[in-house]
């Protein structure tokens, strides 16, 4: 089985697709320093240009018989319209990278698709529900499976929650589904709360790591390095427990904008041992950017840890300082996430092509 991976960052969902029997043949990624990343991930350089100036005959040149094109558009433009807020003209192009992903879709003509992104993209805006007094479905995922179903293909969706599939952090995404060869299904739940397995946990996924101080790098792993907190972010840190946030410090210690301010609970919260990790971010690493401090170090999670929260394999490797790792694992496809959805277009394939001999 064949796929073409658009918008493939550092290789995560490529990794997944690949662990559930998919071979690599495609890949688009503008950003350069994600796509080093993904050839050592995957041996495959991605075409890094923007996706706008990419036709299908550069994606597979000898046109090979595409099984599945995989994607998931930037998508901080769906979580701005979840809030409310303006829409920019960068929001706008954003939404425009759909249309080029359908466009490919369409020239690619694969047997199956799948779609991922953030729950906004699920539900009209806020000021929309409160008008009409229900939830609508977003014009732009209407518009998404309306244009598959055009082009001959059936679909289902879901919001998905990667903790269900065996990452071990909350990550709710909105998966779509198509196919033109057989009707599409989600994956079944495989952990948590009556599935099979109960949901991984921080202390499963990174316990094992050696402890650090500040500033501290693992000599065996150059990705497990703490980062050189400022004094007083060491002394917030070491003010707060397994579970807490910036909520439970001191009132000498708080942040004069946080004292009247509703929101944002999670800045410079620890994580919990026994409970999946909360959703990682380009910020994960930075603990003014969430709960992404270590349950007990008084330190923010290490490239490593993140790598591991998000279900990556030890020998992943990414590309460029350490912003620029935070923002490829941040940002990817979780890898056992992709896997699961993997086997079950696998299985749809497998029906598929029996339907086909019978025929």
């Known amino acids: 089985m064949t796929m073409v991976d658009i918008f493939a960052g550092c290789g995560g969902g490529s990794l997944g697709l690949q662990q559930a029997g998919f071979k690599p043949v495609g890949a688009v990624e503008i950003d350069e320093r994600a796509a080093s990343a993904y050839q050592y991930n995957l041996g495959l350089r991605p075409i890094t240009a923007d996706v706008r100036r990419v036709r299908a005959c550069q994606l597979v040149p000898d046109r090979t018989e595409v099984t599945l094109v995989f994607g ?49 993209m699920q539900f009209a805006r806020r000021d929309r529900l409160a008008r009409s007094g229900k939830r609508e479905i977003h014009p732009r995922l209407n518009r998404l499976v309306g244009r598959l179903h055009d082009l001959g293909y059936d679909a289902e969706w879901d919001i ?25 299904r989600l ?29 501290e790098v693992d000599p065996a792993d150059p990705y497990h390095a703490a980062r050189r907190h400022s ?20 009132e000498r210690l708080q942040l004069q904008c946080h004292k009247d301010h509703d929101g944002h609970y999670d800045i410079y919260g620890r994580m919990w041992w026994d409970r999946p990790a909360p959703t990682l971010t380009s910020g994960c690493t930075n603990v003014t950017r969430g709960r992404f401090a ?53 299985e749809m394939e497998a029906e598929s092509r029996m339907s086909e001999s019978v025929a």
């Open 72 to 120: 998931c558009p930037p998508c901080q433009s769906f979580t701005t319209l979840r809030r409310g807020t303006e829409i920019t003209a960068e929001d706008r192009q954003r939404y425009q990278l759909i249309g080029e992903y359908l466009r490919l879709v369409a020239d690619l003509r694969p047997r199956h698709v799948a779609f991922e992104n953030v729950p906004g």
């Open 294 to 346: 270590h349950p007990e170090q008084p330190r923010a999670i290490t490239i490593r840890e993140a790598l591991r929260l998000q279900s990556f394999p030890d020998d992943a490797r990414l590309s460029g300082g350490h912003e620029a790792m935070a923002v490829q694992v941040g940002n990817a496809v979780p890898p056992l996430l992709a896997c699961a959805i993997g086997h079950v277009i696998a």
């Open 160 to 184: 998905l929650d990667a903790a269900d599939y065996g990452v071990p952090q909350h990550r709710r995404r909105l998966v779509v589904l198509a196919s033109r060869v057989a009707k599409p």
């Open 231 to 250: 004094s007083i972010a060491m002394e917030r840190l070491n003010a707060l427990k397994e579970g807490q946030a910036r909520a439970d410090l001191p």
């Open 187 to 215: 994956p079944a739940r495989t952990h948590g709360p009556d599935a099979a397995a109960p949901w991984r946990t921080v202390k499963e996924a990174i316990r094992d790591l050696p402890a650090l101080n500040r500033g």
